[in-house]
């Protein structure tokens, strides 16, 4: 199982950009999807999670600006975000917890996508 990050970018305050993330290989059902980001010098920290049913939370700092979505046929999930601030620069990271084909459950982890937001 792979997931494989996309979209990130230079971009200007109040500027947008839509981060996707594909899982591939032996996926029998994917529970949770997330993204996360790290800036530098920072820990990492979430930012956003949809349940397989829909369920949306997000991180107060993004609320009302960043919008997850998933499309389940196509086992993918995306970040559309609005009204960048230069504090919104990181390394994006989509997460899923997968149950594989051999029916174990485990967290996977995309190899990161650079968000920069900059005049």
């Known amino acids: 199982v792979q997931l494989q990050a996309s979209g990130g970018g230079l971009v200007q305050p109040g500027g947008s950009l839509r981060l996707s993330c594909a899982a591939t290989?032996?996926?029998?059902?994917?529970?949770?999807m997330a993204w996360y980001r790290q800036a530098p010098g920072l820990q990492r920290e979430w930012v956003a999670s949809?349940?397989?049913?829909?369920?949306?939370n997000y991180a107060d700092s993004v609320k009302g600006r960043f919008t997850i979505s998933r499309d389940n046929a196509k086992n993918t999930v995306h970040l559309q975000m609005n009204s960048l601030k230069p504090e919104d620069t990181a390394v994006y990271y989509c997460s899923a917890y997968i149950q594989r084909t051999d029916s174990t459950y485990l967290w996977y982890w995309g190899q990161g996508t650079q968000v920069t937001v900059s005049s």
């Open positions: 290989g032996n996926i029998f059902s994917i529970n949770n």
């Open positions: 949809m349940t397989s049913g829909g369920a949306t």
